[in-house]
């Protein structure tokens, strides 16, 4: 495994628990792959990336040691990378509609403002208004932008999947699992392309350990961006997922993935 070293540029403070982490590389990266992320002495974490062109950068939320190290790399301080990993986004169709829960919207980020499409609406959910983020950077980059709070301090109150229509060639959508079966659902039920960034425990991240596995597909080499097809074929999906020991548990009896 090739690990290159990067350089911190820029570190900025997206919101209380939310980091971005600017740096260059000379890597090709597709919207929607991510890398190994390997802070010599604390951890090593899978990562989407949040800026896939000039600068590269990370934007991750603080769930645990790894990602509070991360946090507090500054400008000029470095960490080690593999990858760009997996399969990223592809464009379908010509009117997009882009669907984000939590932190799902660090990995869509990159792909909204480059995509082609000729309209696009992007739907943000979040907690509450301190758990936004990225609003300013992807206001004129949509023909609509429909944000979401469960508690109402910021956009409309509810969920991010009470915003859908199904006027669109397309859905992206990155967020809680649970969140990505509802919409799964619909764009069946509505015969609505889909295609679905998944986030699974990861240790190799090279299709090696199996602990990503997810109904027979490896979401480091198979995905983590999958198309309705493969979703389709996923019982598991926002119903049970897998501890770091590999033990399936049903989604909700143990601390979810962001
Ligand atoms: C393909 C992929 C892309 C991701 N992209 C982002 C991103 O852009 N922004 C972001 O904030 N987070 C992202 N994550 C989640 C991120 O990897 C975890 O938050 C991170 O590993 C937590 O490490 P920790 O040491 O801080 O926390 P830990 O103390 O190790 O764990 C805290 C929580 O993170 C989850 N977690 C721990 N290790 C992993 C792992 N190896 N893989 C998946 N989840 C894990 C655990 O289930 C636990 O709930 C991504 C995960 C995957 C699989
Ligand atoms: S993380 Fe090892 S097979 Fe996917």
Redesign the pocket.
């Known amino acids: 495994m090739i690990y290159e070293r990067v350089y911190v540029k820029e570190s900025v403070r997206e919101n209380r628990d939310?980091y971005t982490l600017l740096f260059e590389s000379g890597i090709r990266v597709i919207p929607g792959q991510?890398a190994m992320v390997w802070i010599p002495g604390a951890?090593e974490?899978?990562?989407?990336f949040?800026y896939t062109s000039g600068l590269k950068g990370?934007?991750?939320?603080?769930?645990?040691?790894?990602?509070?190290t991360f946090s507090k790399l500054r400008e000029g301080d470095s960490f080690f990378i593999r990858g760009p990993y997996?399969k990223g986004y592809m464009e379908y169709g010509q009117r997009a509609t882009f669907i984000s829960g939590g932190?799902g919207i660090?990995?869509l980020a990159p792909f909204i403002e480059i995509s082609k499409f000729s309209s696009k609406r992007l739907i943000m959910g979040a907690r509450s208004k301190e758990n936004l983020y990225f609003i300013e950077r992807l206001r004129d980059k949509v023909d609509e932008l429909i944000v979401f709070t469960e508690d109402g301090s910021y956009g409309r109150k509810g969920l991010a999947t009470d915003g859908l229509r199904y006027d669109h060639d397309v859905i992206y959508a990155c967020g809680p699992e649970r969140m990505i079966r509802k919409i799964l659902d619909i764009s069946v039920e509505k015969d609505i392309q889909i295609f679905a960034?998944l986030?699974?425990?990861?240790?190799c991240g090279i299709g090696i350990c199996d602990s990503?596995t997810i109904n027979g597909y490896r979401?480091?080499v198979d995905g983590?961006v999958f198309s309705r097809a493969d979703l389709i074929n996923m019982p598991d999906l926002g119903r049970y997922t897998r501890l770091?020991s590999g033990r399936r548990v049903r989604i909700g009896d143990s601390?979810?993935?962001?």
């Open positions: 939310v991510f951890d974490f899978p990562m989407s949040s990370f934007t991750f939320k603080v769930v645990g040691k790894g990602t509070e997996g932190t660090s990995s960034s986030e699974r425990m990861m240790k990503c979401v480091c983590p770091p601390r979810e993935m962001q």
